[in-house]
């Protein structure tokens, strides 16, 4: 059974940095999408960034040349090193995964979900 598992949110300044990672359970994620979405009250979930197995990424448009996700296929961890933080950044952020040919803007494919972790940055 695969878990997934978030850390790492919390409250920040605006300009700040925050990094939150994710631990998996379960050997089958290492040949999946990892990948983290994030959702503020009264909007869908939005993808933020993801990674495939062969370590491809690709972000949302908003958080382009700001945060870096990366995975690590022996621990089983997914990163994402967020900069430059804005208040419009504030959400729940939440880890997932899906097969690399299931990727959406909106989490349709996801399989696996985290609990998320909570980011508010503040202005």
């Known amino acids: 059974q695969v878990q997934l598992v978030e850390s790492g949110g919390g409250l920040v300044q605006a300009g700040e940095s925050l990094r939150l990672s994710c631990a998996a359970s379960g050997n089958i994620v290492r040949i999946m999408t990892m990948a983290w979405y994030r959702q503020t009250p009264g909007t869908r979930r939005e993808l933020v960034a993801e990674?495939?197995?062969?370590?491809?990424?690709n972000y949302g448009d908003s958080v382009k040349d700001r945060f870096t996700a990366s995975r690590d296929n022996v621990k089983n961890t997914l990163v994402l090193q967020m900069n430059s933080l804005k208040p419009e950044d504030t959400g729940v952020y939440y880890c997932?995964?899906?097969?690399?040919?299931?990727?959406?803007?909106?989490?349709?494919?996801?399989?696996?979900w985290g609990h998320g972790t909570k980011v508010t940055v503040s202005s």
């Open positions: 997932a995964t899906h097969p690399q040919s299931k990727s959406s803007e909106d989490g349709s494919g996801v399989r696996i």
């Open positions: 990674v495939t197995s062969g370590g491809i990424t």
